[in-house]
Structures are given as C-alpha cells and as structure tokens.
C-alpha cells in the first residue's frame, strides 16, 4: 500500500509526501494506520482524528481530506490531504 499526502494552504500545495506498507502479514487497517503516521512523521505533522467521513470518502474515493480542525495541535496549512494508491 502507498498513502500519498499534500498539505494545501489557499488551495496551493506547499508539501508532498508518500509512505509505504508491502507487509503482506498486515491487515488492511495495520496498513493504513501505519502509512498514515509515517506520512505524518514524513511531513513533520501531526496525527489527525479520523472520523466517519474520511472512511466513506476513502473507501469511494480513494482518497479525503483532513482539514486543521482534525487536529489537537495548531497546525499551520489550511488542508491534509490523502491518496490511497498501490495494491492492497
């Protein structure tokens, strides 16, 4: 699995970023939550709150979006946003 990230400030991306998870002995869900914190480390962001929407729009979409308020901590773009893309 590859999770693709961009962080969007104004509707520009100011960071791109990517993670991976080949591990075949994982689970789907081990493999999202795995990439989804290295992509975090990766773009030195926080950890966002997944909530009921970002499962629908992944799961349709292949992809959602995180916008500061699914944040703890202030964060300082507008926009995280994820591509889900490789096989699973």
Sequence with gaps: MTLKGKL??????VREGASYDN???HSFRDK?????VGLCADLEIPVPLWLKKNTRELAVFRKTFFSSEQFIEKV????????????E
Excluded at 8 to 13: A, H, L, T
Excluded at 32 to 36: D, F, P, T
């Design 8 to 13: 969007i400030i104004d509707g520009k991306i």
């Design 23 to 25: 591990d075949s002995t």
């Design 32 to 36: 999202l939550e795995n990439c989804l």
């Design 76 to 87: 300082w773009f507008d926009k995280f946003e994820i591509i889900l893309s490789g096989g």
